[in-house]
């Protein structure tokens, strides 16, 4: 299992022709660094295929996901970065709205 202590989300679109050394450079350009144990996740235009960049620590793992149908939920207009936290990636990738959890899953009474 490849450890990953912090997801960070990237709002620009990135080109899925792009490799290893393309999303690393990107990588680089947008967080300033690739850091180990962090994840970077990318999605293209029309949201429906995303990649993912891992450090390792030793070396980089890159990874893609296309969806058949529908599109994954990502922000449009929230700067150029955001952080994950485990549920809200676990939720981004099942294609739920994943901004909408609050600290842990937390539901409360309004």
Request: charged residues 25%; proline residues 5%.
């Amino acid at each position: 299992m490849i450890r990953v202590d912090r997801v960070w989300l990237a709002v620009e679109p990135l080109d899925m022709r792009a490799g290893t050394e393309s999303a690393l450079a990107r990588v680089v350009k947008v967080f300033g660094e690739a850091r180990p144990h962090h994840a970077y996740l990318f999605a293209n235009r029309r949201a429906n295929r995303m990649k993912v960049l891992v450090n390792d620590g030793f070396g980089v793992w890159l990874a893609a996901r296309r969806l058949n149908s529908g599109k994954f939920v990502w922000p449009r207009d929230t700067g150029s970065t955001l952080t994950l936290t485990r549920p809200q990636l676990d939720a981004l990738v099942l294609g739920l709205p994943w901004q909408r959890l609050g600290e842990a899953g937390v539901i409360t009474v309004l």
